[in-house]
C-alpha cells in the first residue's frame, strides 16, 4: 500500500476499546430513554392496552359459547389488593417495548455500523427494514393466531353439567403475563430469517451450515418455548413449531443469497468501453 492509497476504512474507522464502551453506553442511554417515554406514555392508556389485549381471550370465548364476539363476555380475577396497579406497569412497559423497537434496532445497527465497508452497510439497510416488519408480524401472529387458539383448548376444557361447573377463572396476572411474554418472545425470534439472512450475506453461515445443525436448532427452540412458556405442552408447542418454520425458511433465504452469489460470480465480466 503506498502513501497515494486511499487508507482502508475498517482500519480508518478504528476507535479503542474505551471509544466503543462510550458509544455502546450512549446508545444504551437512548434506548433506555426511548423506552422509558414510550412506557410513560403507554400509561396514560393502559386500560386501553388491557382491553385490547383481552380479545383473543373474548374471540375464544365467544366460539366455544358460540355468541357473537360484541355478546362474548370473559371474567379475569384480581387477587391481590396492588395487582391491578402492578398489572397496569407491566403492560405499560411491555407497550413501550414494541413502540421503540425501531429505535432500539437502529441504535444496534448504527453501533455496529461503523466496523463495516460501505458496500456491507448498504446491503444490511434492507435488513434493517425488514426488522420492525417482522417484529411486528410475530407480535400479530401471536394475538391472532397463537392466543386464541391458546385460550380456545383452555375454555374446551370446561365443564357445565348444570349439576357441575368447572370454569376458567384466570388470574389478571398470569394471563396478561402468558400473553405479554408471548408477544415479545415471537417479536424477537421473527428475527431469526434477518439476522440468519444477514449473516448469510456476509458470508458468515451457510446452507450447508445451517442444514447440519438442525438437531442443535430443535433443542435449542425446545429448550427456549419451555421457558418462555407456561410449563404445559400445548404452549411449547404454538411457540417451537412457528420456530422452527422460521430456522427452515432462514435456510431456505440463505441457500437463495448463495445461489445469487454464486450466479453472480459466475457471469462474464464485461470489458469498459475504450
Not at 439476522?195 to 447440519?212: D, R
Amino acid at each position: 500500500m503506498t502513501a497515494s492509497d486511499p487508507p482502508d476504512e475498517i482500519e480508518a474507522s478504528r476507535a479503542p476499546l474505551l471509544d466503543h464502551l462510550t458509544e455502546l453506553r450512549n446508545r444504551l442511554m437512548i434506548v433506555c430513554a426511548a423506552v422509558l417515554a414510550a412506557t410513560a406514555g403507554c400509561y396514560l392508556v393502559a386500560q386501553k392496552i388491557y382491553l385490547f389485549l383481552v380479545e383473543p381471550y373474548r374471540a375464544a370465548a365467544a366460539k366455544v359459547h358460540k355468541v357473537s364476539l360484541d355478546a362474548a363476555q370473559v371474567s379475569l380475577q384480581l387477587t391481590s389488593p396492588l395487582e391491578g396497579f402492578y398489572t397496569n406497569l407491566k403492560l405499560a412497559l411491555f407497550a413501550g417495548i414494541i413502540v421503540s423497537f425501531p429505535v432500539i434496532a437502529w441504535q444496534a445497527y448504527a453501533f455496529i455500523a461503523p466496523g463495516l465497508y460501505k458496500n456491507e452497510r448498504r446491503a444490511a439497510a434492507p435488513f434493517l427494514l425488514a426488522a420492525p416488519v417482522m417484529f411486528f408480524l410475530g407480535c400479530a401472529f401471536v394475538y391472532y393466531v397463537a392466543m386464541p387458539f391458546a385460550m380456545l383448548f383452555a375454555l374446551s376444557t370446561t365443564i357445565d353439567t348444570g349439576n357441575v361447573r368447572i370454569a376458567l377463572n384466570a388470574k389478571v396476572s398470569e394471563y396478561f403475563g402468558l400473553v405479554t411474554t408471548m408477544i415479545l418472545a415471537f417479536g424477537f425470534v421473527f428475527q431469526i430469517p434477518v439476522v440468519m439472512s444477514l449473516l448469510g450475506n456476509a458470508g458468515v453461515v451457510t446452507t450447508k451450515m445451517l442444514q447440519g445443525g438442525r438437531r442443535y436448532a430443535i433443542v435449542a427452540i425446545a429448550a427456549f418455548s419451555a421457558m418462555v412458556t407456561p410449563p404445559e405442552p400445548i404452549s411449547m408447542l404454538i411457540m417451537a413449531v412457528p420456530v422452527y418454520l422460521l430456522y427452515e425458511a432462514s435456510i431456505w433465504i440463505v441457500w437463495l443469497i448463495e445461489k445469487g452469489r454464486a450466479k453472480a460470480e459466475a457471469a462474464p465480466s464485461v470489458a469498459p468501453a475504450p
